[in-house]
């Protein structure tokens, strides 16, 4: 078991019954979430000792967030209260050959307008094993971008690992900026999320120009971990989208000069899938927390994610000895 | 942009929650509509100026139509107020192999016992383009028999154009009864929705004795025109029911001695298949109004059903911006 | 029947179920509502030509909005669409001795960051009998305190009475800042619903230093009037606060040196008091669009507040001949 | 314990969530009831045998209210299936002052159009002590004028003691007509539910011009007594409705010349008025089998009616050991 | 139409919504049912006459299972009333590849418990063809174990068949201890519930080893027949689960020395498996008791069981004309 | 801010909505709670430092347990997984006249078959101010009246003051048992909850004579005084029960021979009572231990139940400056 501290931005989303558009509906589902608060509950949930920080306002909302993430057992000594807003984002579901959408409403919240890191860093990366953040941080403000770099360094010089998940969203920030920011970043991280459109995009790789798709996963990672030889884990999720109800996902790592590649998931029906690649990096962390060896690791991950596809909300709701159940079992099987 | 007039019965609704009977529900989902005013929806959505005329009672159940249709942007001037009842019926969900069920209770409805044309008609159709009805409003009563080939009439020499779905409904009259109306009102309609048995029940084509059934949709569409020369386009769905709950949908146009058909679409799950025809019916209208090409019609007829079948009520809920980026996009995909 | 106009903000209201914290709920009711808005939905119930002039994002919520406003035929043709974000508030219900609590996240809102009055005021005004404001609407920005002053003065050129509601909201700006804004307004209103604590604070009335109750409220009308004759109707609630379950209400109004008065009606249980005031506000302007007598007009929309408070969500759901049977009647008899 | 029949129309009732009117609504809750069948629940829960005799269509609604009657153990051999429609009616809940709404949609159901006492009466009442039934039945057209008269000689006939239940409804039919058929179907009725205006308008009884409200009862009570010697047992409620949620309720019974009265229950909140007075009616039937001593039977008859004041639905859902229990504790002790 | 008694535990099944976890729900939907309460209630669906037997407390949950009993026209004479408890178990709903999960709390409940057949067998036995139980029943307790056997000698020597389903539950009892009681009670049985497993385990059947599945099936059968030549009939289904949430369903039955087979039933998606298996042995048993020849009994016994698949709660809610349209029309089309 | 642990069962309550009762209702509401869980969770609210020590069975039940209490920041270090069952029961909300009722499925639980103290009780009550337990855990079996003693020994023995609620359960033991059981416990105790009934009934005080209401609460508690002068406070709440929608509420309290009462609240509509007294002790506990003077203790302690009250669930969701700005308003006011 080891110790984490994930750092990022948590929000309220706020989403319709499945056949109901945001338009029409008089109801809507709250559930608070975000990448690295996400990724803390499933580690949390498979044992480690495990701390989000981030800012939320000091209202009843700021309240639901820290007892949601009280209820998983993270810490939340460093969930700082203050700010003038959660931000939020409406998420009308998507069925079939219909795709979900998204309405962000996250602009000016308590965490995106963060000056300074308010935490006591020293304290908090004590004796910490991983310290987890994503791109999405400094993409939320030129403040944010500064930030972000400082506590890489500052946990790096702390003794932690860092694990980093590129995680790009157009909505907040353009390519040519993003990968100014990643590229100033990856040097300093040991585990990095990222896929062929990262590898092409953020940490320029020449596009694979051969026709074997099994080739070109490995050809990424290669490329990738040419580059940046300090990362000693890459990994990411293959998903083939037959529609909004049922996708294909297969969990793929590269560790040390080998590709490893879990079993392919069949996810049908979707019941949220929000949560779903966080679901996958928890599992790739306690794995990697746990020295298991990395075909283990990406079995894991990967069935975690495809679980986590099946309840509702932002966070994965199995335990470590669920999640190894459920590999083990085939599918759909009730034991009486 | 045009301006439309649909006229038609709307009625109330009762439908049961997914996996629960009729006889075992304790509450139900209350939707209105009708095919033309579902079709009336449609067209405002888009952008058109569209007028429902029919008649409802003067009591809270009227009331709740008319702020539905007001809702969608529909002009409720020629919703009249009055009669005995609102005509309802009780759907039970279908599911998998499991056929929805239905139980009518419309007899007796404000609409269904109108004697005579209650609305201004000069007025009514004064500039309007398209004048949509169906064929289930002639098997109302011997009165809607006779006033809707007036109806039409008075349309037609005020104008506009007249836009007919067959629509026929066995619980209603008898084929015999329903093809001499039909061909009674054919003579003066312009586009015309009309499928395959249709054609050999109530046009008197004779039944395709050939084996391809690409061809065999062609021949019933060549057959219906030689014997309506006046109806400029004809156009229909076919639909594979796999289930209940997952349905092949492609769209088929005929126009100018052309035939047009859209690409195929796996609806699966189906959330709600009432209103799917209509859906498609108004997205047709849409694309003769605007004089789109008729390829670019289909496909965005079939798409704009495609999308009804994922939300629940009888009315497609999506603007012609929606219906184009789901066109253009694959299936299921997010844009974040 | 008039031709009114209400211009401010409508904003999404996530409401919590009777009994459930915000900090706990994993669902959140959706109403769209705001004063302006909701005064508009009474008016347009009791058969009048109301437009409401806002400006809301270009997304579904905005949508929502439109949809929403349609529903009650209100006229939605200046309601601009663009702008960051729809301001939003959270309400915790209040039950018995527990009082309701509010988040506010209003903030930034597409209306709010307006800075000049996008709408076509000459088409807006025209033919418009009352243009009906409120003292929210000054406090959301520097730009909104000179812009409601300017509405108001082209309003009242176009030949509209200006209708406006002191309703001050202290946590959007300080009684001094309100004052100045109120009393540089109030010289061209016409109808002005104003309470004793209004009177105080804002008209610089001074506190009345009797004894008798009723004295007090006609004193400040008395005084308010003195101060600005142009004024021609004062109007206001007085609320008994029993719990948060159960309150008295009755209204007041003063006109022509007249004090009326309404029956105290005992509310219990309250299902929503959210926009009380403003089917209070609707009444008082329909009796004087009406032109009927002033006991009537305070009878009316007192009954009118009265009835709001008994269904869930912002507006007042019932028309002119439902209030009035209401007033007719006793308290809580059926008929069979 | 005794055998007992009732007869009458059984409706599916719609009814909103409080707060909710009918023309909003996106649900309804289903409840099937009606007078006899509710009494019938009631005898049946207290360990009668009961049969409901009635007709329903052949469909799931018809098949949803026999398992309705199973449920509570009613015999429904005398069930009859077919005709066109079942009866229903749209009920809006009442709340504090305003009172409850309701919408009938129950002309041309099958009951109303029977023409013929379809039951072999011979076999239904063989053995049977109280045949039931309301002046309802005979307001559905004019063959059930004739029916119910004819029903009741036969029941008297066949040995049955005959309960009436005046129950008169203003939108069914007029006094005059009323009056008519209730006066020729007293002189053959033992036990009839009847108050104060049932005895002016239908039973020819002079007004009470005294000022006394307790002999008020008594007055109307010893008049009707005299014009219908025949008659053992008369019963009632005195209500005071302080409001749609709350109301006083007092059982008065005449018998043998002596007057009973309950104690009075203050019904607040109210959950569901319907069936109110069925239960009443009930719990006097009860007593009246087993021979209770009068005020036992009043006191039992109105703690039966308070009780189903406060659950769902029109039927009563206690036993004779809870209404017991109930009136032996407090009001509302919980005993853990 | 024949005369059934089945005897068997009846459970309170608390079941949470797809999606949701039971660590994390909020509310579970309440089911009544057990395996032999579950057959009564399709066998009197179809119109036999069914009486079912068993134990429950003497509280609201006791009568809540009467009144659920009764409901479906079952008779509830032998439903006896005291113990401690009612068993009940949770159920989490499982969904695509992830299985469902029970916990179970059944121990120590009124049925499991008893010492004594306290029913009045005389009585009970008399005229009835079939008397079903399953083998769930003597893996209660000990005293189950003698109980089971007696009251199957007892009905034997009454003239009833014996129908019994071996169902063995592993988180009950050893294999070992299942066989010999299972062993004791074959000797005595006419119809017989039993697959592949149970051959194998309890009847002690060599395994197969041919190579085709076709053979398998008959094998086991030919081979049980040999041990049990009693046993007039055998029947089973045949499963193959692609997921928690599409099933293959085909049922197999054996009689007379022949094979008999229906078609595959595709159940995509499940709404409910629980009870399927006893809606196939109720539609055997029916078939049975008709007298249809072997085939319709298989046809007709896995529809039954397909159609089951598709609506919440334990217990089948179609009758013999619904299965049979079901049978005779295609996979989800609808008839309006 | 202190450190507290408190120790005993805690079960899974089933509610049933308002106006439906157990035997009907086709949903459930989950809630976990117990009287020192709630006390629990109160104190830790409040900012303390809490544990609550019990035994859950290991399945997803105690694991929502768990998952419950860490919510509220509740150590759960001492919460031990294992034996059979969680134990549970029904509530039936009351309403009204009608009273709550109640069943019991608690026997048999993994807490009350507990034989010995598993846990380590010298780290559990290392550094506690107080322990606090329940009259209700030595009533389980003969093993915990046993093991409370000694619990209660060992935790004074480690410096903590001992805090013992009576809360007498007439359906777990006989007055006689607990009354030998309480007095042997008493000497032992700092804080006692206990009433007028609990002094006449355990601590043998004799049955006041006198008229006066006030003087009566005082005699009981001087008198209990008399026989425990070990017990440095008193405290329970006089409850006035107008019916189960409407109490009255007020606490009382003793220490260093005065007495202290609170302002009454009328609690109406109450909620959910269930937790008001453990909200009553959470609130006292907090007073003593922030040395808060005994008029504040006692303000605080009924204000926080009043406010329990008006929330779904077991346990007080209000924090120190809740419960603080609620003393400080009236009732029901809103600020915005």
Redesign the interface.
């Known amino acids: 078991m080891g110790k984490v501290v994930t750092l990022g931005e948590i929000m309220l989303r706020?989403s319709t019954e499945?056949?109901?558009?945001?338009?029409?509906?008089?109801?809507?589902?709250?559930h608070y979430g975000g990448g690295e608060a996400n990724v803390a509950v499933s580690l949390s949930n498979y044992g480690h000792q495990v701390a989000f920080a981030s800012k939320v306002p000091d209202?009843?909302?700021g309240?639901?967030v820290k007892?949601?993430l009280?209820?998983?057992?993270v810490d939340t000594s460093y969930l700082l209260k203050g700010g003038?807003?959660?931000g939020?984002y409406?998420l009308?579901a998507?069925?079939?050959?219909?795709?979900?959408?998204?309405?962000y409403?996250r602009?000016?919240s308590s965490f995106a307008v963060m000056e300074t890191a308010e935490w006591d860093l020293t304290q908090m990366f004590a004796g910490c094993d991983i310290f987890h953040i994503s791109g999405i941080t400094p993409a939320l403000s030129e403040a944010w971008k500064k930030l972000t770099l400082e506590l890489i360094k500052t946990a790096k010089q702390a003794g932690c690992l860092i694990s980093f998940d590129v995680n790009y969203?157009?909505?907040l920030w353009s390519q040519k900026e993003a990968g100014e920011t990643i590229r100033a970043i990856l040097p300093f991280v040991d585990y990095c999320s990222a896929g062929k459109l990262d590898a092409q995009h953020f940490l320029e790789v020449p596009a694979y120009n051969g026709t074997s798709e099994d080739e070109e996963t490995t050809y990424y990672y290669q490329e990738m971990q040419k580059k940046y030889p300090n990362i000693s884990v890459f990994y990411s999720t293959k998903r083939k989208?037959?529609?909004?109800?049922?996708?294909d996902l297969i969990g793929t790592l590269w560790a040390e000069g080998n590709y490893y590649e879990s079993q392919c998931?069949?996810?049908?029906?979707?019941?949220?899938?929000v949560g779903g690649g966080d679901a996958f990096a928890g599992g790739v962390l306690h794995g990697l927390l746990n020295k298991e060896d990395y075909q283990k690791v990406i079995d894991f991950a990967t069935a975690a994610s495809?679980?986590k596809?099946?309840?509702?909300?932002d966070c994965n709701?199995f335990?470590q000895q669920e999640v190894e159940s459920?590999l083990a079992?085939?599918?759909?099987?009730?034991?009486?």
Chains 1, 2, 3, 4, 5, 6 share one sequence.
Request: some cysteine.
């Open positions: 706020f499945c056949g109901t558009r945001i338009a029409q509906t008089e109801t809507f589902t709250a209202n009843a909302l309240e639901a007892k949601h009280n209820r998983y057992g003038p807003r959660l939020s409406y009308e998507g069925i079939g050959e219909r795709a979900a959408s998204v309405i409403d602009a000016g969203r157009g909505k989208v037959h529609s909004a109800s049922a996708n998931h069949l996810i049908d029906p979707i019941v949220d899938r495809a679980l596809h099946t309840v509702h909300g709701q335990s459920f079992m085939g599918s759909g099987k009730i034991i009486r």
